[in-house]
């Protein structure tokens, strides 16, 4: 039998993409394969995705990256989870906390019983339930612990990064483990004339660079995966009309929170990241209903400092590519889709695609009942993501702007408005499996977002449990394990503090 292995892969372009890509296929394939990375130092990188979320933490750990140094690397910090502010209704807060709710005492969810003692006239907020929630507003933070037993083992955690020093951090894992950079801007694709394949690019200065199979991390641009496969977009501005953005680093203040915070606006929503040496901060908004100048104005009002950069201003449609895997070239990151950085799922795209290209690694064949599936699962997981954001704009008591006229009075896709509708029947969480956003998360934004059951579980009725002091004792306990965390501040000068003469990124 022949020998059908890869023997060289492309990536184009580099960047969080680029660069994630690059790290995990020198891990995985320990110099067995050739792996260049191809980027130009002319073409800037989009740089806004600062907020992750927790399987970060497992695509670092497989590619045997210790954490305090690459929290240290990446001036990160910590975040237990997402705060809401204006979001349901203006004035009103909720966080989207990592991990579950409660420690579980029955058969029937935690957050049943709250919805029964709501029932009896309990007012407590739902955060008060769980660990991440409590931890992050009293600004504490440590690392859960592994015993089930104890409630310090139900939260989670992400992290707050600058993506440009995280790809300078793995370009480095890379380059170590034998991946080659090339410099240069690719001014042409060629391809095969009878399959369509891409068989080489051709670099500015005529070099050309020869491979197997190509990855594009062009971003926005698709040079691959649109501009020479033509492989379509799926435009999902009807449900996420925000098409603009603006962003900008600021000064530290004192208020160095473990978690991101996302404020509503009249048109659209902002972002206050905390790193170690600087603030990230940005304005995602609706070209319809605010001016571009307006909107960099509103953003520059509101921050926690003085401004440590010019404001970068981006354009996009919200969507994803028609195929993701097209002949011999896969997309990753935004030369796959975009989705706005609402709950910061961009990293993650980025990761689960890599995944599965591992999962489905293909040989120069390239068969084409992998490459289906690998499009199939994309295409799922990039939909219900999609759902997830758009509840955030669609249930709203706000009717106070157009946008959120708007927003509120759209249709939406069906798998979402049967979700919607089951919880607001008796507060039971429906999911298709095998998704990013589970019962925890989905929790936090139906009641945040003032989804209220009509109902509770019938069957909490029928078990006969004495609940209301088992409930109190989880609030009583999650307070207490809170209040003995350090401070977010003071766990990470202990573990993993940037040196204070390290540039600025």
């Not at 449900?239 to 659209?268: I, K, M, N, Q």
């Amino acid at each position: 039998m022949s020998d059908r292995s890869i023997r060289k892969i492309a990536i184009i372009g580099g960047g969080t993409a680029g660069w994630m890509t690059a790290a995990s296929l020198a891990n995985m394939l320990q110099g067995n394969c050739q792996v260049v990375l191809v980027e130009s130092n002319t073409i800037g990188t989009i740089g806004v995705g600062e907020a992750t979320i927790p399987p970060l933490k497992l695509f670092n750990a497989q590619l045997g990256i210790d954490e305090n140094d690459f929290v240290r690397n990446v001036q990160g910090s910590f975040k237990l989870g997402i705060e809401f502010v204006n979001w349901g209704r203006q004035g009103h807060r909720y966080m989207h906390p990592f991990g579950q709710y409660g420690a579980d005492f029955d058969i029937i969810p935690v957050h049943q019983y709250w919805l029964k003692a709501r029932s009896e006239g309990q007012r407590e907020s739902i955060d008060q339930y769980s660990l991440a929630a409590v931890a992050a507003y009293k600004g504490r933070f440590q690392r859960p612990v592994r015993d089930p037993r104890m409630v310090q083992s139900t939260f989670d955690y992400a992290y707050h990064l600058d993506a440009g020093l995280y790809a300078k951090f793995l370009r480095g894992y890379a380059e170590k483990r034998g991946v080659e950079r090339i410099e240069g801007r690719v001014e042409n694709v060629l391809q095969g004339a009878e399959t369509g394949f891409i068989t080489a690019v051709a670099l500015s200065d005529e070099r050309k660079v020869e491979a197997d199979f190509f990855i594009d991390c062009s971003g926005f641009r698709g040079l691959l995966i649109e501009q020479t496969l033509g492989s379509g977009y799926q435009d999902w501005t009807h449900w996420l009309p925000c098409d603009r953005a603006v962003a900008v680093p600021c000064e530290s203040s004192d208020d160095f929170t473990p978690y991101t915070r996302s404020t509503a606006h009249d048109a659209g929503w902002q972002w206050r990241i905390p790193l170690q040496h600087r603030t990230g901060n940005g304005y995602v908004y609706c070209s319809q209903f605010v001016e571009d100048d307006e909107a960099t104005d509103k953003l520059l009002g509101k921050l926690d400092g003085r401004a440590l950069a010019e404001p970068l201003s981006l354009k996009f449609n919200a969507g994803r590519r028609k195929v993701f895997w097209n002949k011999n070239c896969l997309a990753i990151g935004l030369a796959a889709g975009f989705m706005e950085p609402l709950e910061s799922t961009s990293i993650h795209l980025i990761q689960s695609a890599i995944n599965r290209l591992l999962a489905l690694f293909p040989d120069r064949d390239f068969d084409a009942l992998a490459v289906k599936e690998y499009n199939r699962v994309t295409v799922n997981e990039y939909e219900r993501v999609r759902d997830f954001l758009i509840f955030h704009y669609h249930v709203t008591e706000r009717e106070d702007s157009g946008l959120w006229r708007y927003c509120k009075n759209m249709p939406i896709p069906d798998e979402l408005q049967y979700r919607i509708d089951h919880f607001r029947r008796d507060g039971r969480l429906v999911t298709e499996g095998n998704e990013l956003f589970q019962n925890p998360n989905w929790l936090a934004l139906q009641i945040g977002q003032f989804n209220w059951p009509e109902n509770y579980d019938p069957l909490i009725d029928l078990r006969g449990i004495d609940w209301k002091p088992r409930l109190a004792s989880l609030h009583r306990v999650i307070n207490e394990a809170a209040n003995a965390m350090p401070t977010h501040r003071k766990y990470i000068r202990k573990n993993c503090k940037t040196p204070e003469e390290w540039p600025l990124a």
